[in-house]
Antibody, heavy 119, light 111 residues
Framework: EVQLVESGGGLVQPGGSLRLSCAAS????????MHWVRQPPGKGLEFVSA????????YYANSVKDRFTISRDNSKNTLYLQMGSLRPEDMAVYYC????????????WGQGILVTVSS | QSALTQPASVSGSPGQSITISCTGT?????????ISWYQHHPGKAPKLLIY???NRPSGDSNRFSGSKSGNTASLTISGLQAEDEADYYC???????????FGGGTRLTVL
């Protein structure tokens, strides 16, 4: 069974940093692209970032480019999202998602973790 | 990176069928048969319903079906049930600067 478990969320002040982790199990992690997708309060799902299987290609939404960094450690079956210069509008539930290898669309999702940006 | 366009809400009575549309461009929905649909109950993980326009994950309900015409994809839910009340999202592979784009979401109300 595919399992994706996010951790590292919480309350952070504007301008602060936070690192999210996603522990993957139940599948060959290194064979799948991976995503971070977020849902701000009262809004829809929003692509944040994605990484290819090797970690050599990364993609970002314009709203987080130059502030967030996605990475993966295939030896630890773990996906990361380093978030910096956080803004109130970054407040959301962040989901880790596995991507279908040939078309990138997510096919399995974690339960999500809340990031609150507030002073 | 514009989101795909979905109606904000749809509704139907138990037993009826409803269709949710997802409109994009030739750079995403119209250009590839890589459209997925998700069901999202608040507080839970989104669930994949349809992939590659019309394929269902094995073992999933055949009450959910997908199709595409031009730049618009559609999700049809037949035999509506109370538990179908949820938010529904489409996503598509895109040739833009990000590999995937999501729709804005549609809230389904079962009357």
């Amino acid at each position: 069974e595919v399992q994706l478990v996010e951790s590292g969320g919480g309350l952070v002040q504007p301008g602060g940093s936070l690192r999210l982790s996603c522990a993957a199990s139940g599948f060959t992690f290194s064979s799948y692209v991976m995503h971070w997708v977020r849902q701000p309060p009262g809004k829809g799902l929003e692509f944040v970032s994605a990484v290819n299987t090797h970690g050599s290609s990364t993609y970002y939404a314009n709203s987080v480019k130059d502030r967030f960094t996605i990475s993966r450690d295939n030896s630890k079956n773990t996906l990361y999202l380093q978030m910096g210069s956080l803004r109130p509008e970054d407040m959301a539930v962040y989901y880790c998602a596995r991507g279908i290898p040939y078309n990138w669309n997510p096919d399995s999702w974690g339960q999500g973790i809340l990031v609150t940006v507030s002073s | 990176q514009s989101a795909l366009t979905q109606p904000a809400s749809v509704s139907g009575s138990p037993g009826q069928s409803i269709t949710i549309s997802c409109t994009g461009t030739s750079s995403d929905v119209g250009g590839y048969n890589y459209i997925s649909w998700y069901q999202h109950h608040p507080g839970k993980a989104p669930k994949l319903l349809i992939y590659d326009v019309s394929n269902r994950p094995s073992g999933d309900s055949n009450r959910f079906s997908g199709s595409k015409s031009g730049n618009t994809a559609s999700l049809t839910i037949s035999g509506l049930q109370a538990e179908d009340e949820a938010d529904y999202y489409c996503s598509s592979y895109t040739s833009s600067t990000t590999p995937v784009v999501f729709g804005g979401g549609t809230r389904l109300t079962v009357l």
